[in-house]
């Protein structure tokens, strides 16, 4: 299949976390691919997923050649550029129990927040200075008809003699955010953030050092699904036993895979560093927050002092091509500034050092998936983290190398390997009623900012939206 020309790698290098990873771990030296290899296993892809997958696979089969082919470089992408948020799937038990029963939606909500440890001690462990802080996530309301909407999930969980949430009071709320803006909320202690470029850029070293190849600058522009499937890049190719697809909002362009997710932005400013003023209201601590709309406030400090803002804006790819839509500033940074003056309006002097975008690829049910792409029994695919992919990708990374390894395991046969997943509807009808539901988001999110209520048209339309980074019982 021919992947387009157009990608624009290079571009991405140019945010806020990956210029701080530079300055403080150096610039990797990358090496492309330019001469035809072979190799045990290829990954397509050097972000999260793609690096767990290769060290997990040198961890548990040693002597396998294992080859990283990444269009840009390692943490470029998504891993590099995101709000930092390492949280469990707990918020999505709703959606593993109905995807996969109570044992099983247990069982990996409880992995994905091992997993938030496991990132920890992989840091220790390795010498990463990836600023991992274990504060917890702090999940809020910050309008009247937000509050309460965590109820349904808590309760389920309870009926499973699980308590992974502790209510808080709103003082407690406002205590930790920093802000009065914040109505109400729970707090899930396991939970932490870390500094996302210098992460990706230790879990390359880290392949490395188990003798994992990494061809950098080198982008696929065609994956040959033969007996031996070939990978092929613009100057050179790779003939592997096994192939993991592993690139994120970019495995869209697959036909297979193009209408199971929607490509939409989410765009991130960062202020300048002002330990003094965060101190003053007293929002010092590594917590994770955001609220509980589709277009998520997301939000957190950094270590030296400055906050680092995000917000889910829903400008989306038309047919999944993500092309150089998502590459740079953000062009959208003056909404996202908006949102943090009207929840930080005592730091209005605070000056917006940087901004940038990315794209998220989202499924239906706001859960990854993972299986053969097209049936083929050695091509392999995990993609739709839907905005939480720091934790879940070391999950990921077990389920794909399993996949690649054809083990039978807990991880080859984990319910989020499935062929069955729902699927947006074809173009143009999906792009253009993506536009009519951000439209009626939007509506519906403002007037609720002001405590009016929705009308049912647009509160119909509003619905249609898929799941977010936390639950709605209302969608």
């Given at each position: 299949?021919?992947?387009?020309?157009?990608?624009?790698?290079?571009?991405?290098?140019?945010?806020?976390?990956?210029?701080?990873?530079?300055?403080?771990?150096?610039?990797?030296?990358?090496?492309?691919?330019?001469?035809?290899?072979?190799?045990?296993?290829?990954?397509?892809?050097?972000?999260?997923?793609?690096?767990?997958?290769?060290?997990?696979?040198?961890?548990?089969?040693?002597?396998?050649?294992?080859?990283?082919?990444?269009?840009?470089?390692?943490?470029?992408?998504?891993?590099?550029?995101?709000?930092?948020?390492?949280?469990?799937?707990?918020?999505?038990?709703?959606?593993?129990?109905?995807?996969?029963?109570?044992?099983?939606?247990?069982?990996?909500?409880?992995?994905?927040?091992?997993?938030?440890?496991?990132?920890?001690?992989?840091?220790?462990?390795?010498?990463?200075?990836?600023?991992?802080?274990?504060?917890g996530w702090l999940w809020t309301a910050t309008s009247a008809s937000q509050i309460g909407c965590w109820n349904p999930l808590i309760s389920e969980l309870a009926k499973h003699g699980v308590g992974p949430f502790q209510v808080l009071d709103r003082s407690?709320?406002?205590?930790?955010?920093?802000?009065?803006?914040?109505?109400?909320?729970?707090?899930?202690?396991?939970?932490?953030?870390?500094?996302?470029?210098?992460?990706?850029?230790?879990?390359?070293?880290?392949?490395?050092?188990?003798?994992?190849?990494?061809?950098?600058?080198?982008?696929?522009?065609?994956?040959?699904?033969?007996?031996?499937?070939?990978?092929?890049?613009?100057?050179?190719?790779?003939?592997?036993?096994?192939?993991?697809?592993?690139?994120?909002?970019?495995?869209?362009?697959?036909?297979?895979?193009?209408?199971?997710?929607?490509?939409?932005?989410?765009?991130?400013?960062?202020?300048?560093?002002?330990?003094?003023?965060?101190?003053?209201?007293?929002?010092?601590?590594?917590?994770?927050?955001?609220?509980?709309?589709?277009?998520?406030?997301?939000?957190?400090?950094?270590?030296?002092?400055?906050?680092?803002?995000?917000?889910?804006?829903?400008?989306?790819?038309?047919?999944?091509?993500?092309?150089?839509?998502?590459e740079g500033p953000s062009p959208r940074a003056n909404d996202v500034e908006e949102s943090f003056r009207n929840l930080y309006p005592m730091l209005n002097g605070l000056d917006i050092e940087s901004s940038w975008t990315g794209p998220i690829d989202r499924?239906?049910?706001?859960?990854?998936?993972?299986?053969?792409?097209?049936?083929?029994?050695?091509?392999?695919?995990?993609?739709?983290?839907?905005?939480?992919?720091?934790?879940?990708?070391?999950?990921?990374?077990?389920?794909?190398?399993?996949?690649?390894?054809?083990?039978?395991?807990e991880w080859s046969r984990c319910g989020l390997v499935r062929d069955d997943v729902e699927k947006f509807p074809i173009e143009p009808f999906r792009y253009v009623g993506a536009i009519v539901v951000r439209e009626a988001l939007r509506r519906k999110e403002?007037?609720?900012?002001?405590?009016?209520?929705?009308?049912?048209?647009?509160?119909?339309?509003?619905?249609?939206?898929?799941?977010?980074?936390?639950?709605?019982?209302?969608?």
């Amino acid at each position: 299949m021919l992947m387009p020309q157009s990608i624009g790698y290079g571009v991405g290098m140019d945010n806020f976390w990956l210029k701080q990873a530079f300055d403080r771990v150096g610039k990797p030296q990358a090496q492309s691919l330019s001469t035809h290899v072979t190799a045990d296993v290829t990954i397509v892809g050097g972000g999260y997923l793609g690096l767990w997958t290769a060290i997990r696979i040198k961890q548990w089969s040693p002597s396998l050649k294992v080859a990283i082919v990444e269009r840009d470089l390692c943490g470029a992408g998504a891993s590099g550029r995101n709000g930092g948020f390492v949280t469990s799937y707990w918020a999505k038990y709703l959606s593993l129990h109905k995807l996969c029963g109570p044992d099983e939606a247990t069982r990996i909500a409880q992995s994905s927040a091992e997993a938030v440890l496991e990132i920890g001690a992989f840091c220790r462990e390795n010498g990463i200075e990836a600023e991992f802080r274990a504060d917890g996530w702090l999940w809020t309301a910050t309008s009247a008809s937000q509050i309460g909407c965590w109820n349904p999930l808590i309760s389920e969980l309870a009926k499973h003699g699980v308590g992974p949430f502790q209510v808080l009071d709103r003082s407690d709320v406002a205590g930790l955010g920093g802000t009065e803006g914040n109505l109400a909320g729970v707090f899930e202690p396991h939970a932490a953030t870390v500094q996302p470029a210098i992460l990706a850029l230790g879990l390359r070293r880290h392949a490395q050092e188990l003798g994992v190849t990494i061809y950098e600058h080198s982008p696929m522009i065609r994956l040959e699904r033969t007996r031996t499937p070939k990978v092929i890049t613009r100057t050179g190719s790779i003939t592997s036993k096994k192939v993991v697809l592993a690139m994120n909002a970019w495995g869209a362009q697959f036909p297979y895979l193009r209408r199971k997710v929607v490509i939409v932005s989410s765009d991130m400013i960062a202020t300048r560093a002002s330990s003094d003023k965060l101190k003053e209201i007293g929002f010092t601590n590594g917590v994770a927050i955001c609220d509980s709309r589709m277009f998520l406030n997301y939000y957190r400090n950094t270590p030296d002092g400055r906050i680092v803002f995000g917000k889910s804006l829903g400008h989306f790819a038309f047919a999944g091509q993500v092309a150089d839509h998502y590459e740079g500033p953000s062009p959208r940074a003056n909404d996202v500034e908006e949102s943090f003056r009207n929840l930080y309006p005592m730091l209005n002097g605070l000056d917006i050092e940087s901004s940038w975008t990315g794209p998220i690829d989202r499924s239906v049910d706001g859960l990854p998936f993972f299986g053969r792409l097209d049936g083929h029994p050695d091509v392999s695919f995990g993609i739709g983290f839907s905005g939480q992919g720091v934790g879940p990708t070391v999950l990921g990374g077990k389920i794909l190398a399993s996949l690649a390894l054809d083990e039978t395991n807990e991880w080859s046969r984990c319910g989020l390997v499935r062929d069955d997943v729902e699927k947006f509807p074809i173009e143009p009808f999906r792009y253009v009623g993506a536009i009519v539901v951000r439209e009626a988001l939007r509506r519906k999110e403002g007037l609720e900012d002001r405590d009016r209520r929705c009308d049912p048209f647009t509160l119909a339309l509003a619905n249609l939206a898929p799941v977010g980074y936390v639950p709605s019982t209302r969608n």
